[in-house]
């Protein structure tokens, strides 16, 4: 991805969603991921792996300086990853010494090593954690925190894993609160069971017109 030359560039708030072609984010990696609302279709992710989705997984984590997670997010990957102790695995690695800064209304402590609750207004501590430097903040799944992340415009690219399943309920990617806005795709491919890696940098207010009209 483009990014501004030098040592002093703020972080770029980045969202990485596996989502059905219907628009479902709801839990993708195992039937008991996340069954609220009566979810019952959980772990459509996994007949559609291959090691060039891991691959692309992988390289995104290379990038990240901190996490934002919601809280079921948070509750998932803290029951997990933390057991994963291999040296030889990147996601384990980043996500077990990175910063990790948890959005919650409910929770009153984290115990993930490095990991803070986000303390006053979500948006104005999502604002000043993009304020530092670095490279990526990165939000993985958090879908209840996207729509907040979306709705405040605070989101600079989307990578999406679009998985060519339909399921006809569950969370969606874009809830009601989702600004009108442009994206520009940077990268796109597709890997042999036909999972479409797409990745867009948000670019402004949305444009309309007619069609047949001159640009």
């Not at 984010?25 to 195992?30: A, F, H, T």
């Not at 993985?140 to 979306?150: E, F, N």
């Not at 402004?204 to 047949?212: A, E, F």
């Amino acid at each position: 991805m483009n990014r501004p030359e030098g040592t002093d560039a703020t972080m770029e708030l980045t969202v990485t969603e596996f989502v059905t072609l219907d628009g479902v984010v709801q839990s993708p990696g195992g039937p008991g991921e996340d069954t609220s609302g009566g979810f019952a279709h959980g772990g459509w992710v996994q007949p559609h792996s291959s090691e060039e989705l891991g691959a692309h997984v992988v390289d995104i984590f290379s990038r990240a300086d901190a996490f934002l997670l919601g809280r079921g997010t948070y509750d998932i990957f803290a029951s997990y990853w933390p057991r994963v102790t291999a040296p030889d695995n990147p996601i384990a690695r980043s996500l077990n010494t990175l910063p990790k800064h948890v959005a919650s209304t409910t929770l009153r402590r984290v115990d993930w090593t490095n990991s803070t609750l986000l303390e006053g207004d979500t948006v104005e501590a999502v604002r000043r954690l993009k304020a530092s430097p670095g490279r990526e903040l990165q939000v993985h799944g958090s879908g209840g925190l996207l729509q907040t992340l979306l709705a405040h415009d605070l989101v600079d690219v989307l990578n999406l894993h679009v998985i060519p399943v339909t399921i006809g309920s569950g969370r969606r990617l874009f809830g009601a609160g989702t600004q009108p806005r442009m994206m520009l795709l940077e990268a796109s491919r597709i890997t042999p069971r036909g999972v479409a890696l797409l990745t867009y940098r948000l670019a402004g207010p949305l444009r309309t017109g007619s069609i047949g009209q001159a640009d």
